[in-house]
Nanobody, 125 residues
């Protein structure tokens, strides 16, 4: 069984930065991509970014491209999401999720194999 735990959320001013972490434990060999999705009150779930476990390929939603960077530390079984130039519209609960296929992470945000409890990011002055 796979467990994912997110951390790093908080309150930040517009234009600020945050780093989210997603630590995986348990059976970590059954999935091939890790992604971040977010959900704001009254809005649909939005896939934000993905990283392949095999070759490190990455994907970013247009809304965050150029501002967010996803990376992974295989030795620590941890995936990071570096968020810069944050905007109020980035406010949401951010979830880390595991996908069996990279393409599922990219095109089927709800096809996750497992996900964490979420961490709240609030961008406000």
């Amino acid at each position: 069984q796979l467990q994912l735990v997110e951390s790093g959320g908080g309150l930040v001013q517009p234009g600020g930065s945050l780093r989210l972490s997603c630590a995986a434990s348990g059976i970590t060999s059954d999935y091939y991509a890790t992604g971040w999705f977010r959900q704001a009150p009254g809005k649909e779930r939005e896939g934000v970014s993905c990283i392949s476990s095999s070759d490190g390929s990455t994907y970013y939603a247009d809304s965050v491209k150029g501002r967010f960077t996803i990376s992974r530390d295989n030795a620590k079984n941890t995936v990071y999401l570096f968020m810069h130039s944050l905007k109020p519209e980035d406010t949401a609960v951010y979830y880390c999720a595991a996908y069996r296929l990279f393409r599922s992470c990219v095109s089927e945000v709800n096809a996750m194999y497992a996900w964490g409890q979420g961490t709240l990011v609030t961008v406000s002055s």
